[in-house]
């Protein structure tokens, strides 16, 4: 029982024949980690990263949660997102309401409510489609920062007006 195994920012760790490394992703609580296995392009993002969202703020900032995103972002775009929740029909309304024009978007969400609506799961989801449709992954992007009249904002204030939107959402 307990902790057996203690880890840090960029840290081994083995499952099965797979070695991965440990991503720190505070934000949404301090300390939050990740696991991402370049081997089979696989990150376990746990409450931080989710399929159009991303985890409530419980200890870290905006700034703490902007930093983190931006580091998962920053991996291949083929990399499979395995999130903590299957939160992405809620996610995919949310989205809808930043970014309405955004084709993919709105294609992604008639896929995301077809396939709930026969039970089937909308994770893993590749990088590559979150970043063309997560709001939160998009927050230096100049149409989303248009669209909230935050052009000439840091993007991890715009992150945080997002976020800030969706916890009253």
């Not at 301090?30 to 990263?49: E, K, N, Q, R």
């Not at 083929?78 to 309304?93: F, I, L, P, Q």
């Not at 969400?109 to 489609?129: C, F, N, Q, Y």
């Not at 997560?134 to 976020?163: C, Q, T, W, Y």
Request: glycine share 6%; aromatic share 8%; net charge negative.
């Amino acid at each position: 029982t307990g902790l057996d195994l203690k880890v840090k920012e960029d840290s081994a760790v083995q499952v099965g024949a797979e070695t991965g490394r440990v991503i720190d992703v505070s934000g949404h609580t301090v300390g939050h980690i990740a696991f991402y296995f370049p081997g089979s392009a696989a990150l376990f993002s746990a409450d931080s990263l989710m399929a159009l969202g991303c985890g409530r703020l419980f200890e870290g900032t905006p700034e703490m949660m902007w930093e983190s995103l931006s580091k998962m972002a920053a991996l291949p775009p083929e990399t499979m997102v395995y999130s903590g929740h299957e939160y992405t029909a809620s996610n995919a309304k949310f989205a809808l309401t930043v970014e309405p024009k955004n084709p993919e978007l709105q294609k992604r969400a008639e896929e995301i409510a077809a396939k709930r609506t026969k039970d089937e799961p909308t994770v893993p989801v590749s990088l590559e489609t979150e970043l063309k449709t997560n709001p939160f992954l998009r927050a230096s992007n100049s149409v989303v920062k248009e669209a909230l009249g935050m052009v000439h904002a840091a993007d991890s204030s715009v992150f945080a007006r997002i976020r800030e939107m969706k916890d009253a959402f």
